[in-house]
């Protein structure tokens, strides 16, 4: 269930990041995926949050807010600025929090 769990979540996020291949729709798509996806996640996990993964959830909480202003308000730029911004760092702490958790799952002999 796990690993299905952590499948549908790289493919929804690699979908997500796909933009300008698979289109906005599809990001918005992807991206409400990505956020149930990782709700789901969290609640699975919930006994091992550290703060580091706390914060991992509200920047992913964050990107989705400001993507959906970005959406009501698309007259006013900076919002996209901010949610472009938001989430390459986002890109980034996932990468890490993936990172660490396949070293912990398959440790180096």
Known sequence: MK???NM?????FMITI???VTGIHVHKLA???FLLLSCFHMMTC????SGKRWLLFVVILVSFGSGVCGMV???CPIILKIHRGISIVLVFFLAIHIFVFHKKC???K
């Not at 549908?8 to 929804?12: P, R, T, V």
């Not at 919930?46 to 949050?49: F, H, T, W, Y």
């Open 18 to 20: 796909m933009v300008p």
């Open 46 to 49: 919930r006994k091992k949050m």
């Open 73 to 75: 308000l698309d007259r």
């Open 8 to 12: 549908a979540l790289f493919l929804s």
């Open 3 to 5: 690993k299905a769990l």
């Open 31 to 33: 991206a409400t995926a």
């Open 106 to 108: 398959m440790p180096s």
